[in-house]
Antibody
């Protein structure tokens, strides 16, 4: 069974930092691109970033470029998102999602999400 | 960025009704269009990829069609478990973008 379990969400002050983790099991992690997708309260999902199988390619939505960093550890079957210089508008549930092997992106498995709240 | 517009934003329907949701993109996207279902408090679930490819385990009452810039999700006979919010998402080019959602409610 494919499982993705996020952790690391918290209440943090504006300007603060946080590291999210996603532990995966049930599939060969190193075969897949992986993504982070967030969803602000009452809003639709927003793709945040994705990373290639070997970590050699990374892409970000413009609103987080220079502040967030996606990474992975294939030996540990884990995906990470480092969030720096956090803003109120970054408040959301953050999901990790299994992305493609190749071709066009599709998010076919998701974690349960972890809540990041940015507030003073 | 490719803008994705869904319509309607909400609808009320009865069990057994045929429901159609439309997704329009601001540029031609080569059929790289996915549909998701999200229930309250849960992560989205992939229903259809590449405009019309039904995911394993998804009931056949769900279907997708369209090309270019206009796509549709159809539920042929609405069931009680289908009341949820539906999102389309384009994966033709980064940044990957979602539509604003269509909430399907009980009439």
């Amino acid at each position: 069974e494919v499982q993705l379990v996020e952790s690391g969400g918290a209440l943090v002050q504006p300007g603060g930092s946080l590291r999210l983790s996603c532990a995966v099991s049930g599939f060969t992690f190193s075969n897949y691109w992986m993504s982070w997708v967030r969803q602000a309260p009452g809003k639709g999902p927003e793709w945040v970033a994705n990373i290639k199988q070997d970590g050699g390619e990374k892409y970000y939505v413009d609103s987080v470029k220079g502040r967030f960093t996606i990474s992975r550890d294939n030996a540990e079957n884990s995906l990470y998102l480092q969030l720096n210089s956090l803003r109120a508008e970054d408040t959301a549930v953050y999901y990790c999602a299994r992305d493609k092997i190749e071709g066009a992106t599709l998010f076919d498995h998701w974690g349960q999400g972890t809540l990041v709240t940015v507030s003073s | 960025d490719i803008q994705v517009t869904q319509s309607p934003s909400s609808l009320s329907a009865s069990v057994g009704d045929r429901v159609t949701i439309t997704c329009r993109t601001s540029q031609t996207i080569n059929n790289y269009l996915n549909w998701y279902q999200q229930k309250r408090g849960k992560a989205p679930k992939l229903l259809i990829s590449a405009a019309s490819s039904l995911q394993s385990g998804v009931p056949s009452r769900f279907s997708g069609s369209g090309s270019g810039t206009e796509f549709t999700l159809t539920i042929s006979s609405l069931q009680p478990e289908d009341f949820a919010t539906y999102y389309c998402q384009q994966s033709d080019r980064a940044p990957l973008t979602f539509g604003g959602g269509t909430k399907v409610e009980i009439k």
